[in-house]
């Protein structure tokens, strides 16, 4: 539990710098360290709140929220958020779940550790249906697997040039944050969850006060590109070794 618990504070460090909650990595951690497959997504997306929620503050604070681009998203994405960590699935079936969206993740990481650039973009209006559709996706993926979705939110966004860099970020830790809470109600629901996860305390200690170091650190000398880089190895390397073990 101790190492675990570096890696959980040094994880919120580096994630709480760019404006994420980090589940992905959380959830990677959690595989490795072999705790109960049934408690991964409550622990992630409880860690996934308390980094990211100083962030989103921040970020509405210094004027970067676009309310036409985030509300849609919220529709879509909060009930199904709670559908998703409300619905009991068996081991095999959320390990293959687990393993494509660690997989994806690591891959979207590294394209969007290219995406903060020029704010002199062209942005383009999408559809209220589109953004409902996506977010109703990622809400009920995130709720089942256990992160807050933002690392898919952010790299679709920038895709389909839906809004300036600072307004993006903005509206992914928001979204992380809300859809976290959405999932957290939903897995809530389940049996024994509650008791089961006070037994890793320690882990949501450190990531507050990592979360908060992170903030005030900004981690300047860590570029965005360099940490999506690190930990988007980190993330293909625990899908890699998942796959192998469904194979096995």
Not at 100 to 125: C, P, T
């Amino acid at each position: 539990m101790f190492i675990l618990s570096i890696l959980f504070f040094v994880t919120a460090i580096l994630y709480s710098s760019v404006g994420f909650g980090g589940g992905s990595t959380y959830l990677a951690l959690l595989l490795i360290w072999d705790v109960p497959y049934y408690i991964f997504p409550v622990i992630a997306l409880f860690c996934n709140v308390i980094v990211v929620s100083g962030n989103s503050i921040n970020y509405v604070r210094a004027g970067n929220l676009n309310r036409r681009l985030i509300i849609p998203y919220l529709i879509g994405s909060i009930p199904f958020a709670f559908l998703g960590g409300s619905i009991n699935i068996d081991k095999y079936i959320f390990e293959i779940l687990l393993f494509f969206v660690l997989s994806v993740a690591g891959i979207l990481l590294l394209i969007n550790s290219n995406s903060f650039k020029s704010e002199n973009i062209k942005i383009k209006e999408i559809n209220n249906f589109t953004s409902i559709l996506i977010g109703s996706i990622l809400g009920f993926v995130s709720g089942i697997v256990g992160i807050g979705g933002g690392i898919f939110l952010s790299p679709i966004l920038f895709l389909m040039k839906a809004g300036y860099p600072k307004q993006i970020a903005t509206t992914a830790s928001l979204f992380i944050l809300i859809n976290s809470i959405s999932g957290i109600l939903g897995q809530l629901t389940k049996e024994n969850v509650i008791n089961d996860i006070l037994n890793y305390w320690p882990l949501f200690i450190v990531v507050l006060l990592g979360g908060q170091l992170g903030n005030f650190l900004n981690l300047r000398f860590l570029s965005n590109k360099i940490l999506a880089v690190m930990t988007s190895l980190l993330v293909i390397f625990v899908a890699i070794r998942l796959g192998l073990r469904l194979l096995s």
